[in-house]
């Protein structure tokens, strides 16, 4: 049953990727399955500390150099204190599986390519394309990544791909399996 209440918390990170809400009404909704977790008496047996965080870019990034880290600023869920929003880095604050997505806009135009690292390490990458378009570009990657206590994952640009990400539209969240 734990894993039940765990796989719907987990969907619901992965669904706030895809559609169109605020972090706050991401922070909403994870507060209320987490409540409706606990009034079906869900224990969380498996992990006693929840891991989880969703952060959001404040302002929009134009030609950021190469292999820079990506510091979504503005933090609306931090369970567990594990994302620095100085740094732009999470911390394991165990070993585990963890799960992370990342979303940025370009503009018409532009392009931001971004790669997820693990300890400096490429685990998957994401790219915005808004060449030969009126509007923006919006692209979403996930990545499930095993964590030693004490490795670091953060957001970087790819290489010179760093060209336009749009304030208020990009988000970085993740939480541990």
């Known amino acids: 049953m734990t894993s039940i209440c765990y796989l719907l918390l987990s969907f619901l990170l992965f669904v706030?990727?895809?559609?169109q809400e605020t972090p706050q009404e991401v922070v909403t909704r994870y507060n209320n399955y987490k409540a409706i977790c606990?009034?079906?008496?869900?224990?969380?047996?498996?992990?006693k500390d929840t891991i989880a965080f969703q952060s959001s870019?404040?302002?929009?990034?134009?030609?950021?150099?190469?292999?820079?880290?990506?510091?979504?600023?503005?933090v609306s869920l931090n369970e567990?204190?594990?994302?620095?929003?100085?740094?732009?880095?999470?911390?394991?604050?165990s070993n585990g599986i963890y799960f992370f997505t990342w979303t940025t806009l370009s503009n018409a135009?532009?392009?931001?390519?971004t790669d997820i690292v693990r300890?400096?390490?490429?685990?998957?990458?994401?790219?915005s394309d808004g060449r030969g378009r009126i509007g923006f570009d919006m692209s979403t990657s996930h990545?499930?990544?095993?964590?030693?206590?004490?490795?670091?994952?953060?957001?970087?640009?790819?290489d010179t791909w760093g060209q336009f990400a749009h304030g208020d539209w990009?988000?970085?969240s993740g939480l541990k399996l």
């Not at 079906?40 to 047996?45: A, H, P, Q, R, S």
């Not at 732009?88 to 604050?93: E, L, S, V």
């Not at 990545?143 to 790819?158: F, Q």
């Open 119 to 127: 300890n400096g390490e490429i685990i998957a990458k994401n790219f």
């Open 38 to 47: 606990k009034g079906l008496d869900f224990k969380n047996v498996g992990n």
């Open 16 to 19: 706030a990727g895809t559609v």
């Open 57 to 74: 870019l404040i302002k929009t990034l134009k030609y950021v150099s190469s292999r820079s880290t990506v510091v979504f600023d503005k």
């Open 109 to 113: 135009g532009k392009t931001f390519g």
């Open 143 to 158: 990545a499930n990544i095993k964590m030693k206590k004490g490795d670091k994952v953060w957001i970087r640009t790819h």
């Open 80 to 93: 567990g204190n594990a994302y620095d929003k100085i740094s732009g880095k999470f911390t394991a604050p």
């Open 170 to 172: 990009c988000f970085f």
